[in-house]
């Protein structure tokens, strides 16, 4: 595993747990180099679940680009890391449940914009204005009146 301060990939595990009922592991590592420790989280691999991009493409989905896309929305915000963690797996664990192969990033966005909504307002109008791509502020001030329910 490689040391997000210093690049090596010498580390050792300190403590293993298991964690999210048993769906993870979380380990906690010391770097051999530097001597600074940091968290890993295993998990199990789901079987390969494809996105359906808006133009067509398919991609892997990828839980770290969810994560981030949740997390940038979230910056700055009173949203805790293990908040946004729970959203991640909730929104993972729909998809798996909908049992495709294929999922349409769609049905991912509004999905993200539902548990955004509940969490956080100002979380939720940053990313649905990049989801929807508010090209001015009309746009912007009608989601934010639907938001106000007037």
Same mark, same amino acid.
């Given at each position: 595993?490689? @040391?997000? +301060? @210093?690049?090596?990939? *010498?580390?050792?595990?300190?403590? %293993?747990? !298991? ?13 051999? %180099? @530097? ?5 890993? +989280?295993? +998990?199990?691999?789901? /079987? %390969?679940?494809? $996105? ?12 770290? #680009?969810?994560?981030?896309?949740? =997390?940038?929305? @979230?910056?700055?915000?009173? /949203?805790? %890391?293990?908040? $946004?963690?729970?959203?991640?797996? &909730? ?7 909908? !049992?495709?192969? =294929?999922? =349409? ?8 914009? *539902?548990?955004?909504?509940? $969490?956080? &307002?100002?979380? +939720?109008?940053?990313?649905? !204005? ?14 934010? #009146? ?5």
């Amino acid at each position: 595993m490689k @040391c997000p +301060y @210093c690049g090596k990939e *010498e580390d050792k595990v300190i403590d %293993s747990r !298991s964690v999210q009922d048993g769906k993870a592991v979380r380990r906690r590592r010391e770097c051999l %180099s @530097c001597s600074k420790r940091f968290t890993t +989280y295993e +998990y199990v691999e789901n /079987v %390969s679940l494809m $996105i359906v991009k808006n133009d067509g493409r398919r991609e892997p989905f990828d839980r770290l #680009k969810l994560k981030t896309g949740i =997390e940038l929305a @979230c910056k700055k915000r009173p /949203v805790g %890391s293990k908040k $946004i963690e729970a959203v991640v797996d &909730e929104i993972e664990e729909r998809l798996l449940a909908l !049992s495709k192969g =294929e999922i =349409e990033a769609p049905v991912i966005g509004e999905m993200v914009m *539902e548990k955004l909504r509940e $969490i956080d &307002e100002v979380a +939720y109008v940053r990313f649905a !204005s990049v989801y929807r791509k508010f090209q001015d502020k009309e746009q912007f001030l009608q989601e934010l #009146k639907k938001l106000l329910g007037s």
